[in-house]
């Protein structure tokens, strides 16, 4: 039996060579680090894929402004496509990495600019940002829906919206939806009890709505509030910040979940309709 022949890959054309090194870096994601290692021409296709999308916590964020201050600028401001900023960022440096990081199409900005004595201003970081998808607390939103500039700038090219609720009170004012006319996914992530009344107002201002996907914390007894809208699906809240990488990535997730469930309801409505119909005039 004749050995096994192995193909030399540098005897590829660069152009196919670049295609394989990044479709393997962009299916195994966490592995992608490892494959700069094998050239400095792989090292220049791979390092921008690795920074498209950037999650930070209290872990990795002191790591990443080192590297921030160790390459142009304008290397993250082309790159960073997705970030994501958990509540363990604080404040400044969160401010820092928006200010540099201009290229975002999708933003979790979880990070917590209201019980500190920092004083930023949440509107200018993010008005000419050119954003389509949106994850950030309700009081974040409530700041740029009341920004002339945001509300004729980032809100107008919003086609997903996250509102993140952690205070029961906060449902005591009702976000105004009113300048995202281009929003077809709304997520609505409770740590409290919400109402059918609460879910069908916010639903009522987004004539593009497609689904509603409301992420309910079961372990705290929150119920599951049936509504007449099809679009409305409770799921239970998942660990966040894989979650909404794996949504932004396209991959599998809440997001996937609820538009199933929405996709399968309009289903039966149909069919339910053309049997009503056949009933009728059959």
């Known amino acids: 039996m004749s050995a096994l022949q192995y193909f030399p890959i540098q005897h590829l054309p660069m152009e ?26 792989v090292k220049t296709w791979i390092q921008p894929l690795i920074y498209e999308l950037v999650s930070l916590g209290s ?42 990081c201009t290229g975002l199409d999708s933003l979790a900005l979880w990070v917590d600019f209201w019980s500190s004595d920092s004083h930023i201003s949440v509107p200018p970081l993010l008005a000419y940002l050119p954003l389509r998808n949106l994850s950030v607390p309700l009081k974040c939103f409530h700041e740029l829906s009341s920004d002339v500039l945001c509300r004729s700038t980032l809100l107008q090219n919003l086609v997903r919206l996250d509102l993140i609720h952690w205070d029961g009170d906060e449902f005591a004012a009702l976000p105004d939806l009113s ?35 409301v992420l309910v914390d079961e372990g705290l007894g929150i119920e599951h509030v049936p ?19 794996a949504s932004v990535r396209g991959f599998e997730s809440t997001w996937t979940a609820a538009r199933q469930v929405v996709a399968e309801r309009l289903r039966e409505i149909n069919l339910s309709s053309a049997i009503d119909r056949h009933r009728l005039w059959g």
Not at 21 to 36: D, N, Q, S, Y
Not at 227 to 245: A, S
Request: aromatic share 8%; hydrophobic share 45%.
């Open 16 to 41: 196919l060579e670049r295609e394989i090194f990044e479709a393997a870096a962009r299916m195994e994601p966490g592995r992608a680090r490892h494959l700069i290692l094998v050239a400095r021409r």
């Open 179 to 213: 300048s995202t006319p281009n929003l077809t996914e709304l997520g609505v992530i409770v740590h409290f009890h919400i109402t059918k009344s609460y879910l069908l107002s916010l639903s009522s201002q987004c004539p593009t709505l497609r689904v509603m996907s």
């Open 59 to 100: 872990q990795d964020v002191d790591l990443f402004m080192r590297t921030m201050g160790s390459i142009p600028s304008s290397f993250f401001a082309a790159n960073v496509k997705k970030l994501c900023l958990t509540i363990s960022v604080e404040p400044l440096v969160g401010t820092q990495i928006l200010s540099t």
């Open 227 to 245: 509504t007449e809208d099809p679009r409305i699906v409770f799921l239970p809240y998942p660990n966040m910040v894989p979650d909404w990488e």
